[in-house]
């Protein structure tokens, strides 16, 4: 059983910054791909952000490049999202997740192609 606690989101001003973060349980954290997605009210569930096992290999949402850095310590079983430049647009709720990956660099994109997955984190952007 793997189990993903997410924390740090919160309310801020637009322009503002936060890091997200998600802490692993359960299973050997270095053998999984880990995600960052987020969920709008009335919205399907979109990616954000990737990384590799080893956290050398990442991926990002046209959204979010640019303002968005995800990172990993494998020594903490931690994953993070950290933002910067957030606008209205970034409220939602975001959810971390995990996947069994093979290779090392390999990542994921799909909401699908998760095994596990966090309660959700809100994100709230005001103007």
């Known amino acids: 059983q793997v189990q993903l606690v997410e924390s740090g989101g919160g309310l801020v001003q637009a322009g503002d910054s936060l890091r997200l973060s998600c802490v692993v349980a359960?299973?050997?954290?270095?053998?999984?791909?880990m995600g960052w997605f987020r969920q709008a009210p009335g919205k399907e569930r979109e990616f954000v952000a990737a990384?590799?096992?080893?956290?050398?290999?990442?991926a990002y949402a046209d959204s979010a490049k640019g303002r968005f850095t995800i990172s990993r310590d494998n020594a903490k079983n931690t994953v993070y999202l950290q933002m910067h430049s957030l606008r209205p647009g970034d409220t939602a709720v975001y959810y971390c997740?995990?996947?069994?990956?093979?290779?090392?660099?390999?990542?994921?994109?799909?909401?699908?192609?998760?095994?596990?997955w966090g309660q959700g984190s809100q994100v709230t952007v005001s103007s």
């Open positions: 997740a995990a996947v069994a990956v093979d290779l090392i660099f390999a990542l994921r994109r799909g909401v699908y192609e998760y095994e596990y």
């Open positions: 359960g299973r050997t954290f270095s053998g999984y791909a």
């Open positions: 990384i590799s096992r080893g956290g050398g290999t990442t």
